[in-house]
């Protein structure tokens, strides 16, 4: 089995900004050192909650500070940026991190950055997702002069195409012919795991929805599979759960009693924005008759948390996967760092004790 981290991250409002830049580093390095497969950073611009607006940018740093954890956008919003942007900092970044890069993308999901770029129609945005990666697959492949004419943007180069001068020619990735592709999914029986099924794509199921619904998922996935003629692979889909990891069961249990600890800040946050946005059900999962005001922050950490000693965690990951099916991945949910100590020494007891105890 392998491991990760997904971080989006998110941080109270409060929390100074520079702290959090140090925080989000250090956690990146530590679990490069306990020996965590991969790491999953976000991108929001518009909100001090999930601060991180260049995911690429601030894994930079990480590079000379890490040694084989592979380096995921978690995800680049494609709808936000011209594609041509994206490919350029994609390419480079993959070389900077010599291949350890796994391109996350998606078609944005923070409501005030949907109202900040215009892009309030959730179709529009899956449509520009896919043109959008489209594009950037064929400027990393094709030879200039380019030619690119789509819904959304238009590509054309026909008279700055001067070979021996290298102009009109795009950077191509580290990898070959790119980079792996993931998409996050969070709705039940989202269509673009379907889509991310017959591209040879992996997906990613979010941390903080109900079990009921990351099993939609992989459903979505084989469906997917089986009419692009491709074998289903557990290997392509990765599965976050909110982890904590204590010595005993009952340090665990503690914690989480206490009203302001950060998962409950965490699931206060984004409950209340869903409820906000009209998306409420991604995180009810398939429970249609589930009222508003029965999603709290106390039903969140009840219903999505994995917490307690190594033997605990293990035993319910592994009795979730027979549920859910053969996810190749466990991906801890990041969750601030409101006790350091705490949470570093559950990331270390994850990756030492629970993950050789998994099966698959």
Not at 224 to 244: F, H, K, M, S, Y
Request: proline content about 8%.
């Amino acid at each position: 089995m392998r491991s990760g981290i997904f971080m989006m991250p998110l941080h109270p409002a409060s929390k100074d900004y520079h702290q959090v830049l140090e925080e989000d580093l250090e956690a990146i390095i530590h679990a490069d050192r306990c020996g965590l497969d991969e790491v999953w950073l976000g991108e929001h611009f518009s909100c001090q909650t999930e601060p991180i607006t260049s995911p690429l940018m601030f894994m930079a740093q990480a590079i000379p500070q890490t040694s084989t954890i592979k380096l995921c956008s978690g995800v680049l919003n494609l709808p936000q940026q011209h594609p041509a942007v994206v490919a350029g900092f994609a390419a480079m970044f993959d070389h900077l991190c010599k291949g350890r890069f796994v391109m996350g993308i998606g078609p944005g999901g923070l409501p005030s950055d949907f109202e900040l770029f215009h892009l309030n129609d959730a179709m529009q945005r899956g449509r520009m997702m896919l043109e959008s990666i489209d594009i950037i697959h064929k400027l990393w492949t094709e030879d200039p002069p380019h030619t690119i004419r789509g819904e959304y943007w238009q590509i054309e180069q026909p008279e700055w195409h001067v070979p021996e001068f290298g102009l009109g020619v795009f950077p191509r990735p580290f990898q070959k012919p790119w980079p792996p592709v993931a998409i996050a999914s969070m709705s039940p029986f989202p269509f673009l795991a379907k889509e991310a099924a017959g591209r040879g794509w992996s997906v990613v199921s979010a941390n903080f929805i109900p079990e009921d619904s990351v099993a939609t998922h992989w459903q979505r996935y084989v469906q997917g599979c089986e009419e692009a003629g491709i074998e289903p692979d557990g290997a392509n889909w990765r599965v976050a759960r909110t982890i904590l990891v204590t010595e005993t069961d009952a340090e665990a249990e503690k914690y989480l009693q206490r009203p302001d600890c950060a998962p409950r800040y965490y699931f206060d946050y984004l409950s209340s924005l869903m409820k906000k946005a009209g998306f409420s059900q991604v995180m009810k999962g398939l429970r249609k008759d589930m009222s508003d005001a029965d999603l709290t922050p106390d039903w969140c950490v009840n219903e999505v948390v994995i917490a307690g000693s190594p033997a605990t965690v293990a035993d319910r990951i592994n009795a979730m996967r027979g549920r859910l099916g053969p996810f190749g991945t466990i991906v801890l949910g990041g969750i601030d760092w409101d006790d350091k100590p705490l949470w570093r020494n559950s990331m270390k007891l994850f990756a030492e004790q629970v993950v050789p105890r998994l099966d698959g």
